[in-house]
């Protein structure tokens, strides 16, 4: 399998990319088409995994005021877990940030996912609130 990480590159695969991110991110919670976006979209940058065309994978970085970045949006497709995606969307992520001079990534993971984050060497700061009535954890990392 060669998969192929990169940002969507036409309207089409932006359109795929969302798509991806509420069927596997927002769908699942009963959420509805649109819950996948915010007003960032267009200020953010949006890393995908690609298999033969297909979006497999998808994550998006936000740099924040005070110089920290904010991961979101992070998913794999079931199929394809396990098999280090994630890991690489992750590391595709974090070197945009050091190469816009961030030094901190942050992101709020769902409690299902604290274990791939901790594995990635991010550390658990407490509890963090979401708009999802799901519980998350609020996790940093220093690059």
């Known amino acids: 399998m060669a998969v192929v990480y990169r940002s969507p590159e036409t309207e089409k695969e932006f ?6 991110r509420w069927e596997q991110l927002r ?7 649109g819950s996948e976006q915010d007003e960032l979209e267009n200020s953010a940058f949006h890393i995908a995994a690609f298999n ?8 998006r970085l936000q740099i924040e005021k005070d110089a920290s970045a904010r991961i979101r949006y992070m998913a794999v497709d079931n199929k394809f877990r396990k098999q280090g995606i994630g890991s690489r969307l992750l590391e595709e992520l974090e070197n945009i940030a050091k190469a816009k001079g961030v030094k901190d990534c942050w ?3 769902r409690e ?14 407490g509890e963090a609130t979401s708009e999802l009535e799901i519980p998350h954890q609020k996790m940093e990392k220093t690059l």
Do not use: C, D, V
Request: no cysteine.
């Open 27 to 33: 769908k699942p919670l009963g959420l509805t088409q």
């Open 112 to 125: 299902s996912a604290a274990r791939f984050y901790l594995k990635n060497n991010y550390e658990i700061r």
């Open 107 to 109: 992101l709020n993971a």
């Open 52 to 59: 033969n065309e297909k979006i497999i994978g998808a994550g």
């Open 15 to 20: 359109e795929n990319y969302l798509k991806f």
